[in-house]
């Protein structure tokens, strides 16, 4: 049986020291153009962003009065799925209706 000492061993032990950053965060904005229905865009806040009822129809007028609407703020990769939803559900549906992602 071998009879070791700490004194005669050493570890030594790293830590490393872990940085969480927050990830960069993205706006996505819906814009408004002279085709899409209050009621279309009302639908996207809806079912694409989740927002209630309420909320959908604030952002809307937003977009009508102001020419674009902030619908949400999500990281890189979700803002893109989030843009990539609404032009499909758009195009479906025969509108135009454009959105764009902005750098927080």
């Not at 070791?4 to 153009?33: A, C, F, G, I, Q």
């Amino acid at each position: 049986m071998s009879n070791t000492s700490s004194s005669s061993k050493s570890e030594v032990l790293e830590r490393t020291k872990s940085k969480n950053t927050k990830p960069p965060m993205y706006k996505v904005y819906l814009l408004n153009d002279d085709y899409t229905t209050m009621d279309f865009v009302v639908e996207i806040l809806e079912a694409v962003f989740r927002h209630s009822p309420v909320t959908a129809a604030s952002i809307m007028l937003s977009v009508h009065k102001n020419g674009k609407g902030l619908a949400g703020i999500y990281t890189k990769e979700i803002a893109e799925t989030k843009v990539a939803q609404v032009h499909s559900a758009a195009a479906r549906s025969g509108f135009p209706l454009k959105s764009v992602m902005e750098k927080e």
